[in-house]
Structure formats: C-alpha cells, structure tokens
C-alpha cells in the first residue's frame, strides 16, 4: 500500500498570500496571538520540545518563533552555556517575543532577528537542534523543500530538527477537507493548511528518529524529529 507520508505535495492546496502580507499580518497579530493559539497549541509544541530534547550548552535555532513561547523553553533547555536563535518574518512578534525573554531574564543568551526563513543568515553547520512549530505549514508547497534544505544547511551533522506541524496523513478526512475548504476560500485568515510532514522532511536528506500524532482544535498535528545525517 502506498505510504502517504511518502506521497508527492501535488494534494497540498496552494498559499498565494506574498511575504510582505504574512509579515504585516503576524505583526498585527503580535500583542494577541499568543493569548489565542498557546492555551490550545501548548501541550503539542511542549511535547515536540521534549522529543527534541535541547541540552546544557546547545546551539539551538527557532523558526517562526511568534510570541516567543516556545523560545522561552529552548531558552531554559540550553542553559546559560548555550545560545538561541530566532527569525521570524514578522517585526511585531520580534519585539513580543524579545520583551517575553526579557521579563524572564533570558534575553542574554537570545539572538531574534527579523528575516524570511527561506534564506537563514546563518553559516552552515551553526546548531545542534532546530525547532519549528505551526510554521512549515505556511510555506507554499515548492518552498517547503527549499525551506527543510536551509535547515539542513544549518544543522551540524547529528544535529536534530523537531517539527510540529497540522498533518496531512492521518484523521477524519472531513476535518482536513473542512480545513482546506476555509483555508481556499479565506486564506488569509486561514493561513496555513495539513502538509506531508514527516515525507517532507525525508525528502529534504533527514532520518526520521521519532514520530508522534496528536490532535489540535481536532486537527491532525504530526510531530516528527528527525537527525540531519
Ligand atoms: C502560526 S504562527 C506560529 C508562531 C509560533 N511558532 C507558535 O506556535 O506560537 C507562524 C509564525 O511564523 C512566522 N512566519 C511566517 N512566514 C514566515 C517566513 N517566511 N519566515 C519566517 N517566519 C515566518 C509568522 O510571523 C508567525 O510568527
């Protein structure tokens, strides 16, 4: 039987909004956006941060870091001894996840910067452990290989990628269909849609070391880490 984590992006339904508009959306979205997604995103994205396990002293980057949630744990995770990195297109969510790590006291071992993570400006073989939660589903779907290449780059090899992302392979297939019907029809609100993940991310050159699914507003959430080899 064919694996449909295997199967070609042809099925994933297109993203037609222009960096420029993500931008200026996210950042309008900055001051609540957390307030919204992270009682109900929490318990996933904290999962996929344990799975990915960072360490005292890591290098770590995280994409599309938002509010900044989750880079308060790597921020933890890694200890005084280590450093984070984040880009995120949005200017808003820099400035609200920069005053978040700083009301803990982490900003010192942060590095946030503003950027489209198509291109990271980052050196090659720069971090032990990558984090991306609730973004690669973003991307249109000739850029997600474009986007797992960049993170591969990046990565020292053994170094590992966590990837917590709406999920095109399991579950009722009314509720991704649903999904995919608001996302068409209002896609700017509805901005991210299911993907491949774990197929994706094998195809980008990683070894899938652990795979778990989970559900989010009854959505298909799939978190994979994999090892950059
Ligand atoms: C759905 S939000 C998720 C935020 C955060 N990961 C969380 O789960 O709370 C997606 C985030 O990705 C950012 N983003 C969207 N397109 C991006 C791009 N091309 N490069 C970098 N960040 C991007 C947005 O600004 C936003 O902060």
Redesign the pocket.
Known sequence: MKDPSLSALSDITPVKRT?PE??RF?SGLSDF??IL??PF?RSV?LAGLRLLAPSNGDDALE?????G??IVQIARSIGPDGTVCG????RG?CQTARNRLARKGLLPRANLIS????RLPYAANSFDKVYI???LE??DTPEIPQVLAELRRVLRPGGNLAVVSLSRNQGPAWVVRLYEWLHLRLPRLID?RPIHVRGSIEKAGFSTLSTEMKRVFGLPTELVVATRY
């Open positions: 960096k993500a931008a996210y956006y957390g997604a992270w995103e994205q994409i599309g870091f938002g509010p949630h989750m880009i995120d297109i949005s969510m950027g489209d993570a198509m939660g609730f973004t973003l991307f991210c």
